[in-house]
């Protein structure tokens, strides 16, 4: 079918191909949508190069209801097909990544396995980084940090933490920091061990874009007294390579920052970001909470299928000395093109589905 697409869709038998693109996305088969689902970043590069050179978008728009049935496949599908996405959204126009992918991502997130949750939490990411539109890009910001890092959740969280680990590839340092370092902060003070385990492991992988900010060495202390000795262990393996006199970063990966940072110029990361409201400063006092991330439009549908509990059965839950997290309850809309300050009044393109 790939090879098809790439023949046919610039051709007056588009409008056939799309057809048979759809029926073979939705076929009643599990092994032919898994099939298709190997083919989809072949497919897509296809329509979308066409699209993007002539305008030729309304055929496409039956291939975008057939990945929204597509997500309903085996978890081995989805997996296949977050992947498949990931490999095509740079070519992809920026109204559908907005429109169309990013709530697929969050929907096989949210709804799927393990694996399927790790790759569409990655293409969410991904997604943030071919955005161009700011106000498009905040919109999903808020919504990957105020339902996923702040979720009751605590797969949800965990998984916030595969998103930083993705960013720290993809966005330069200062992007990084933007984007994520505040919530992974934060969740020193998460009430789940594993959640406070997996910052510690976390932060190992991305501290070079972080180590420098204060609010960094305040969070190593207070995983310093956790009450996990895995946490503690953890916290010293990092504090030893940070404690071995000047940290001298590789000129390849200092280089390797700065063509990233040349990149994300055409798409306005140059420019110093309206900061998303942030969390509550570490404290250690038991008294203090996150706050409420605020009303920003219509409400979302509040059902969490994920996980009805924050109790991690996996290791004693002992809440540390500092905060605990306060239930994010919070929506957002998407603003208004005509009007930045004001957010629309229909819902927003992600309102069927939240964490």
């Known amino acids: 079918v790939h090879q098809v697409s790439a023949v046919l869709a610039d051709s007056p038998a588009r409008g056939e191909l ?3 693109i759809y029926s073979l996305m939705r076929d009643k088969d599990d092994d032919v949508r898994l099939k298709m689902a190997q083919n989809i970043s072949s497919v897509f590069l296809s329509l979308f190069s066409v699209e993007q050179s002539h305008g030729k978008m309304d055929p496409a728009r039956l291939v975008w209801k057939g990945l929204e049935e597509m997500r309903w496949s085996s978890w081995r599908t989805q997996e296949i097909l977050a992947r498949e996405l990931k490999a095509c959204v ?7 990544i907005y429109d169309e992918v990013i709530a697929v991502f969050f929907k096989m997130a949210k709804e799927s396995a393990f694996l399927v949750r790790k790759e569409s939490i990655e293409g969410v990411v991904l997604c943030l980084r071919h955005i161009k539109d700011r106000r498009k890009r905040r919109a999903v910001l808020e919504h990957l940090r105020r339902r996923w890092a702040r979720g009751e959740s605590f797969w949800s969280r965990i998984a916030f933490f595969d998103a ?17 370092t505040p919530e992974l902060l934060a969740m020193a003070a998460d009430k789940v061990s594993n959640v406070r ?10 501290w070079k874009a972080c180590y420098l900010i204060p609010e960094f060495k305040h969070a190593l202390e207070i995983l ?14 990092l504090q030893k390579i940070l404690g071995e006199g000047d940290i001298l970063l590789d000129a390849t990966e200092t280089e390797s920052n700065r063509q990233k940072e040349e990149a994300e110029a055409p798409f306005g990361f140059e420019r110093i970001l309206e900061p998303l409201e942030k969390p509550n400063h570490i404290s250690g006092t038991a008294s203090e909470t996150v706050s409420s991330a605020g009303s920003c439009g219509d409400n979302w549908d509040e059902d969490d299928s994920m996980s009805t509990s924050n109790v991690d059965m996996t290791r004693d839950m002992q809440p540390p000395a500092v905060y605990d997290r306060a239930e994010e309850k919070s929506s957002w809309q998407p603003p208004s093109e005509e009007a930045p300050n004001k957010t629309r009044s229909r819902l927003s393109p992600f309102s069927c589905f939240c964490v």
């Open 164 to 180: 930083a680990v993705f960013g720290f590839q993809i966005f330069s340092w200062r992007v990084f920091n933007q984007f994520f």
């Open 224 to 237: 310093g007294r956790d009450c996990d000795p895995d946490v503690v262990s953890g916290v010293l393996a």
């Open 18 to 20: 799309t057809k048979l």
């Open 90 to 96: 740079h070519a992809m126009p920026q109204q559908h």
């Open 197 to 206: 385990l997996r910052l510690v492991r976390t932060l190992c992988l991305v």
